[in-house]
């Protein structure tokens, strides 16, 4: 079992989690709301539909957009409230055993897996960019690599010294891997759907 003393907290990373979780909680209840005005009054125009191609009511609207049987939003706002939790209570001097950061870690692993599934399905099949589901991907991308990148360099993850120290050193390197992933979305997105032509 892993233990962080109290001096060695993981602050940044804590405010890092409520930050990143607020915004995700916040988008992925916007997105709830908008599917509530659109099942209350179909012909509604959205206010984040800007155009054909930004806008959120066609992906809300299509299969992808309740992969469960429910909106996927509803997974949004359970699951951001998970990385406020931790958060708060990594501040509160709360200490995590090895295999809750594991399954921490595993959950994140999950979110992205389901993220980047959604920005297959909006840029290639739908043909969309939904402004909400994009600020949801913006969150989930850097949550996951701050915890995995964390886990890693802290000896949550057993690994050798070396590979530690990697770790640790790619952890202060997290808003340029962050940008770094974003960029491969917008190209892609470019590529595909030729973003630029609609500014």
């Known amino acids: 079992m892993i233990r962080f003393p109290a001096q060695k907290r993981p602050v940044l990373l804590a405010l890092f989690l409520i930050l990143g979780g607020g915004i995700g909680l916040y988008s992925a209840f916007e997105l709830v709301l908008a599917k509530f005005d659109v099942l209350v009054n179909p012909s509604t125009d959205l206010s984040c539909d800007f155009s054909v191609l930004v ?7 299509s299969w992808q957009g309740a992969v469960f049987g429910f909106p996927n939003p509803v997974i949004g706002v ?11 209570a990594i501040l509160a001097g709360g200490q995590f055993a090895r295999w809750f950061w594991i399954l921490f870690n595993f ?18 099949v739908l043909g969309t960019l939904c402004p909400w589901c994009m600020v949801v991907w913006s969150v989930t991308i850097p949550l996951f690599w701050a915890v995995s990148l964390y886990n890693l360099g802290s000896g949550v ?9 990697v770790f640790r050193a790619a952890y202060g390197w997290l808003p340029f891997i962050t940008v770094a992933s974003y960029l491969v979305v917008a190209i892609v997105a470019q590529l595909r759907l030729d973003v630029l032509s609609y500014m």
């Open 55 to 61: 806008q959120c009511g066609k992906n809300l609207a």
């Open 78 to 88: 359970a699951g951001f409230a998970a990385p406020i939790a931790v958060g708060v």
């Open 107 to 124: 959950g994140l692993l999950g979110a992205l897996s389901f993220v980047l599934w959604l920005i297959y399905q909006s840029i290639f």
């Open 157 to 165: 993850i057993p690994l050798p010294a070396a590979a530690r120290r």
